[in-house]
């Protein structure tokens, strides 16, 4: 085991800044955050085995996130929201990073807009709109060919109270938006390229007692 993974613990210097407001009509979240470690963890893929390893180097991540709502009535709401992470790693040793965290390591950059409504006191709806930004890679500055193109999905979810516990209905990227996911864009092996899901039904019933 011990040639497998370095067992030392991973010790990172987190920091966090962030505020948030809520008035009953508008709520607010920003935060902004960083994080360093002098000897990190990342997964790195081995075109051997074809498989990823973890690899014990320095790395450096920072990220931003904020969302606001506003309640326009006590039946209407709507938001929006947005997420940025940076990861950066030591390449050769040097203890300086050089080169972006590959996409397994990191999240895509992510927008999101929502509509919260209730219909009637029986009827309620949420329609929501994500998006994923792209994202090249950069290796001790040379961009890698395993880039990623972003994509938009759209998800509507409604709920019905019946007479007896409640009927839930979401359909899933809802225009059957044709798009290849993060992970299968973002990693070497050519036999996990796969498309995202389809439009998607679900349908489910709940009752509290």
Do not use: C
């Amino acid at each position: 085991m011990d040639t497998l993974v370095d067992l030392q613990p991973v010790i990172a210097d987190n920091q966090e800044i962030g505020l948030d407001y809520d008035d009953g009509r508008w709520l607010v979240h920003l935060a902004a955050y960083w994080s360093d470690s002098d000897l990190g963890s990342r997964l790195a893929f081995d075109n051997a085995t074809q498989t990823y390893n973890v690899v014990r180097e320095r790395t450096e991540i920072d990220g931003f996130e904020g969302s606001v709502a506003y309640q326009f009535t006590d039946a209407t709401r709507v938001g929006v929201a947005y997420a940025k992470t940076d990861g950066r790693y030591d390449s050769n040793g040097d203890d300086r990073v050089d080169s972006d965290l590959p996409g397994i390591n990191v999240a895509p950059d992510r927008a999101t807009a929502f509509w919260d409504q209730t219909w009637t006191q029986a009827i309620s709806t949420r329609l929501q709109a994500s998006h994923s930004f792209d994202r090249d890679f950069d290796y001790r500055g040379t961009t890698l060919p395993d880039d990623f193109e972003g994509y938009t999905t759209v998800d509507l979810q409604a709920r019905f109270q019946l007479p007896l516990g409640a009927l839930n209905v979401g359909v899933e990227n809802l225009f059957g938006e044709q798009y290849t996911t993060y992970y299968s864009q973002t990693t070497p092996r050519a036999d996990t390229y796969t498309a995202g899901r389809g439009r998607v039904l679900t349908v489910g019933w709940s009752h509290r007692f």
